[in-house]
């Protein structure tokens, strides 16, 4: 039988409440009866009692949608240890239903969604509508249609109710934070602050329908690069229609050769990273169900819900603060951070310690050598950036990152993930180069890319957006964003 999203601050923090005391007892019932057994044994039952806790979690997130599916997804994409190496590949396993299964809201709940939207019937709009959805997405599941002109098109439904299903999360965040700890550390108050300021943005399809049309022409032509186009006219607040891409899923990119899997890596590290040096802008949120391997070979990319423009000047700052920590000047990184005020305890900080944190998080693409990106090295360097357990950097982690450097940083953090699960290798250094160090590319995708701005009408320059109002500094971890200034 179908089932509704639950929607009610009760119903979704008791979901969470339960988990939180099911958690607990099985700790205190693990404890009791651990007296008088071996080391071993006692490391064997604990190690059972975490990958349990940690599974019913993953069930939660997957049954509430909202803020939670999207901690789910950040789960999926950064393999952050949390169980034992020989459980990791059924715990993915469990993580990829939050990324990639449909939920079972049912067809004739969402057909009324779309029906109130238009303000006609489903057939008015559409030759054909398969009812079975072909995707989910955090607040909203997909489904394949035709136009009465033949266009076939995916059309993204927001689930009955999820308006207030999201804010129930959002006043829930406290519960969050105390139950969702205990399988993951890392959800620190900035975190759930970060999915605070942009989850209610996502409600509105009509803003990202403009902002992936906008960056569907910024990419048209492109030899490598696919981004589906929106269709304006039949796009609304709870409906979103684009054109269908058909191509293969990230569990199946996963499985193709080195080869491939190295080129479709090399693409994903230009979309999402090499697009703020390239046009000062990007999607702020990278996940594996937002990519498609494209039947022409190109790889398509999907959703559009956080994206965000950044002014040049703040571009260039961290340009040169990467180009300070690849040619090892630590003094010279610490001095443009204290400028910049993203240290404000200079006499706390020293100049190895500026260093060597940046690194931790992004020597992978400053050291000049091929380097094999694995889910251990992606997450071990979100860990030791973000998570309270990590002792290193202390000092670092109690100074002030500006907010318009947050969301490029929670970016990296997340394309680095997805590059781990897909264990692509690449001289990362090299690509990143031509927008580091304005280089000539090296690389065959490198070559095209640069044919293709060389042919493409010069860009038009854009004044970032007003941003909500909200407070200029944060702690320094890497993921809490500005309002993300859509372009809408």
């Known amino acids: 039988m179908a089932k509704q999203v639950p929607t009610s601050r009760l119903a979704r923090g008791t979901k969470l409440g339960a988990v939180a005391a099911g958690s607990m007892i099985r700790t205190q019932r693990t404890r ?97 509508f398969e009812p079975a959805p072909i995707a989910a997405a955090s607040i909203g599941q997909v489904y394949r249609g035709r136009l009465h002109d033949g266009r076939q098109v995916a059309v993204k439904v927001q689930y009955p109710g999820i ?34 300021l942009n989850m209610e943005g996502e409600l509105d399809y009509q803003a990202e329908a403009n902002t992936q049309l906008q960056i569907a022409e910024l990419y048209a032509g492109h030899p490598f690069i696919l981004v589906p186009r929106s269709i304006l006219e039949l796009s609304t607040t709870r409906v979103l229609v684009t054109e269908y891409v058909e191509g293969r899923g990230f569990e199946e990119i996963r499985r193709l050769p080195d080869a491939e899997r190295n080129r479709i890596g090399e693409i994903i590290y230009r979309f999402y990273v090499g697009s703020l040096f390239t046009f000062n802008e990007f999607c702020g949120d990278p996940h594996p169900g937002n990519v498609l391997l494209a039947t022409d070979g190109r790889v398509s990319f999907l959703d559009f819900g956080l994206f965000n423009r950044m002014d040049p000047e ?25 400028e910049h005020g993203v240290i404000d305890s200079p006499e706390e900080i020293g100049a190895e310690e500026c260093l060597e944190y940046v690194l931790a998080a992004s020597e992978w693409c400053l050291v000049d050598e091929e380097l094999t990106i694995t889910p251990e090295l992606a997450s071990g360097a979100f860990l030791l950036a973000v998570d309270p357990r990590a002792s290193e950097f202390a000092g670092m982690k109690q100074q002030n990152l500006p ?24 001289n990362w250094h090299r690509i990143s180069r031509e927008w580091l160090y304005d280089e000539p590319p090296v690389a065959e995708l490198g070559r095209a890319h640069h044919d293709w701005l060389a042919q493409r009408p010069p860009l038009t320059a854009t004044k970032p957006r007003a941003r909500a109002k909200q407070p200029a500094r944060d702690k320094a971890w890497p993921g809490r964003p500005h309002d993300p200034g859509r372009t809408a």
């Open 403 to 426: 907010p318009e450097h947050l969301f490029s940083r929670r970016a990296d953090f997340l394309t680095f993930g997805m590059l781990g699960q897909l264990e692509c290798t690449a």
């Open 163 to 196: 308006e207030a299903a999201v804010r129930a999360d959002l006043k829930n965040l406290a519960m969050f934070r105390r139950v969702l700890q205990s399988a993951m550390p890392w959800v620190t108050p900035t975190v759930l602050d970060e999915l605070r």
């Open 32 to 128: 009791l009866s651990m007296r008088g057994r071996s080391e071993a044994v006692r490391a064997k039952m604990a190690e059972e009692s975490m990958i349990r806790t940690t599974e019913q979690v993953v069930m939660v997130l997957g049954t509430m949608k909202g803020i939670a599916m999207k901690l789910g997804q950040m789960m999926s994409v950064l393999d952050l240890d949390l169980v034992p190496e020989d459980h990791r590949e059924r715990f993915q396993k469990r993580l990829a239903v939050l990324r990639n299964a449909a939920p079972t809201v049912s067809f004739e709940s969402m057909r009324q969604v779309i029906e109130e939207d238009f303000g006609q019937q489903l057939e008015q709009v559409f030759a054909e």
């Open 314 to 338: 703040h571009v260039r700052f961290e340009t040169v603060c990467l180009r300070a920590a690849a040619e090892d000047r630590a003094e010279d990184l610490r001095q443009l951070m204290i």
